[in-house]
């Protein structure tokens, strides 16, 4: 896998499903490397619940694994509906958080 995504960005977005899918794969990447200082969060941070966004960085293989935490992966908004503002969503626009994993 890893000569798959080399000098690539692999980007999980999403809510917790998306968390564990993105748990599991940097579980199986890291077994697959030999020396783990050879990975590292770019941004220095552990892995816990209260952070929603990482990059980790494999040096050997140029690549990120990343995960982004957005409910929508599309704009959430609110139309109007007669005389009430019902929630929407947008889908021909990308939420607002976009521009960190697009």
Not at 12 to 18: A, C
Not at 19 to 38: T, V
Request: overall charge positive; glycine content about 6%; aromatic content about 12%.
């Amino acid at each position: 896998m890893l000569e798959l995504i080399k000098g690539k960005r692999l980007v999980f977005v999403g809510d917790s499903i998306n968390r564990n899918q993105w748990e599991s794969m940097l579980c199986l990447l890291f077994g697959a490397i030999k020396d783990p200082k050879r990975i590292y969060e770019t941004h220095g941070r552990r892995i816990t619940k209260e952070k929603g966004n990482y990059s980790f960085k494999f040096v050997d293989y140029k690549c990120t694994v990343e995960f982004y935490v957005t409910h929508f992966l599309v704009h959430e908004s609110k139309g109007r509906v007669k005389q009430r503002r019902v929630p929407t969503l947008r889908l021909d626009a990308l939420d607002k958080g976009s521009s960190r994993w697009s």
